[in-house]
């Protein structure tokens, strides 16, 4: 099992404002929940075994106050290889979480799903693939600069590293080329990094409907750029099934920076292929 989503529906007894980023309280929580357990999650937010979603209302909106009897609602997303999933879903399923400092919510349900990576389609055609995404707050980074828009080359550079995390983990997933050959065990290698590099060449922005935001994470007013919105790409690839792959890996985990504190909760889905010439195999 490569994963597990955590998808917990919740609502509170007492009104809770926000004054930082409501992320930083779900990332809290489930660090506490964890530990309670006996497990080790250390407080380098690059290094936790998981990623969170912000706080969302039922509309899908990202809050920042939490009102008594309203219903809201935050995914966690495990890798299972840094963390014991067998045992965390009795976790979360509790009547209420409490944090240390009293704070607590109440859950109204809890549903578990697997993060599955599977080759749908082998990678025997050349293909133009038209696809959109929803990004709730995201921040990407470059050479430490902020990249507050939707580029396709930082996404999909975080894909593929995600992707190269969990497969590091030595799940049980067969990813194929074209010829049957396993590509798991090239994922560190030129190959990999050349296809991710053509991948990004290849991929251009068709449309974006986008607006930069400011967040305050805490930390003594440590504040970062980011941005929310949709927006639109086209692809194309000669590995059909390795891009279908990246896409579930961010639909499961994220991208960007800061994902264990809810930034770059994204859903990405493809609205359009067009098939090309078959690759020639040798």
Avoid: Q
């Avoid at 309670?36 to 969170?52: L, Q, S, Y």
């Avoid at 995600?162 to 030129?190: K, M, Q, Y």
């Amino acid at each position: 099992m490569i994963g597990l989503l955590i998808k917990v529906a919740f609502t509170v007894d007492w009104e809770v404002t926000f004054n930082t980023w409501c992320g930083r309280f779900v990332n809290r929580l489930v660090s506490e929940v964890l530990s309670g357990a006996g497990f080790n999650i250390p407080h380098t937010a690059r290094e936790k075994p998981f990623t969170v979603s912000p706080i969302l209302n039922i509309k899908g909106n990202v809050v920042s106050r939490l009102i008594p009897g309203e219903p809201y609602n935050v995914r966690v997303s495990l890798i299972c290889s840094e963390v014991d999933c067998s045992i965390v879903p009795s976790l979360f399923v509790k009547g209420e979480l409490r944090l240390s400092n009293g704070e607590a919510i109440k859950v109204i349900s809890t549903e578990v799903n697997e993060a599955k990576l599977e080759m749908r389609d082998h990678d025997d055609y050349r293909a133009v693939f038209r696809w959109r995404v929803r990004f709730w707050p995201t921040s990407f980074i470059f050479r430490s600069h902020y990249v507050a828009w939707p580029s396709p080359s930082r996404f999909l550079s975080s894909a593929a590293s995600t992707l190269v995390r969990v497969l590091r983990g030595g799940g049980d997933l067969l990813v194929s080329r074209g010829g049957g050959e396993p590509l798991i065990g090239i994922i560190n290698d030129a190959d990999f990094k050349g296809f991710v590099r053509d991948l990004a060449f290849n991929t251009e922005v068709l449309d974006m409907r986008v607006r930069k935001v400011d967040l305050n994470l805490g930390r003594g007013g440590r504040r970062v750029p980011a941005f929310e919105g949709f927006a639109e790409y086209v692809t194309y690839t000669d590995r059909p099934g390795l891009f279908r792959l990246l896409l579930d890996v961010v639909n499961a985990y994220g991208v960007g920076k800061n994902r264990a504190l809810g930034l770059g909760y994204v859903v990405a889905d493809i609205v359009d292929t067009k098939r090309l010439s078959r690759v020639n195999k040798r």
